[in-house]
């Protein structure tokens, strides 16, 4: 393969968690309300989000280590692994960049939508396919890893738009 050693390790420990934070950026994005709020609460409401799912998984893994070790990791240190921002919020800078272009007025808010799904989609393809071939796996067998995982964030997406629009079920 044409990348270093260090390159490959490096996307190898972040794509899985990218490839996580995408598909919820994704649902995200798509239980936003019609019309869309403004260009920064957008952008606040996805940088929070996906903050708040880095710090459970964070404190996931936390407990997970502790149970390992039979120990409980002290408050400082937890802390400190809680407030560093993970690789799950890598993916908010394509929503952060295209309603951002949104924000100057550069394109529409509606285009800023469409090119931030269409990115994600490319997020979830190109990392699906990278970790497929670090795997070892060919070039078909990488690019149909990458299109099921684009495809099963196309999924969530989906299914967090029909939900907006359920008929109200209960008393």
């Not at 260009?39 to 997970?64: E, G």
């Not at 796996?137 to 997406?157: E, F, K």
């Amino acid at each position: 393969m044409l990348i270093s050693t260090q390159t490959s390790a490096f996307l190898t420990r972040v794509s899985g968690r990218l490839i996580y934070g995408t598909i919820i950026l994704g649902a995200v994005i798509g239980s936003l309300s019609d019309p869309l709020p403004r260009n920064l609460r957008v952008i606040v409401i996805v940088v929070l989000s996906l903050y708040v799912v880095s710090l459970a998984s964070a404190y996931a893994r936390t407990i997970d280590a502790d149970m390992v070790a039979r120990r409980a990791t002290p408050w400082l240190e937890q802390w400190t692994m809680l407030l560093k921002p993970g690789w799950v919020m890598s993916s908010t800078i394509v929503p952060i960049t295209f309603f951002g272009l949104a924000m100057t007025g550069l394109i529409s808010q509606e285009t800023a939508l469409t090119a931030t799904r269409f990115g994600l989609m490319f997020v979830l393809l190109f990392f699906g396919f990278i970790s497929r071939r670090l795997c070892g796996g060919g070039v078909l067998q990488s690019l149909g890893a990458g299109t099921t995982v684009a495809m099963l964030g196309l999924v969530v997406v989906q299914i967090k738009l029909w939900t907006k629009y359920l008929p109200a079920i209960g008393y």
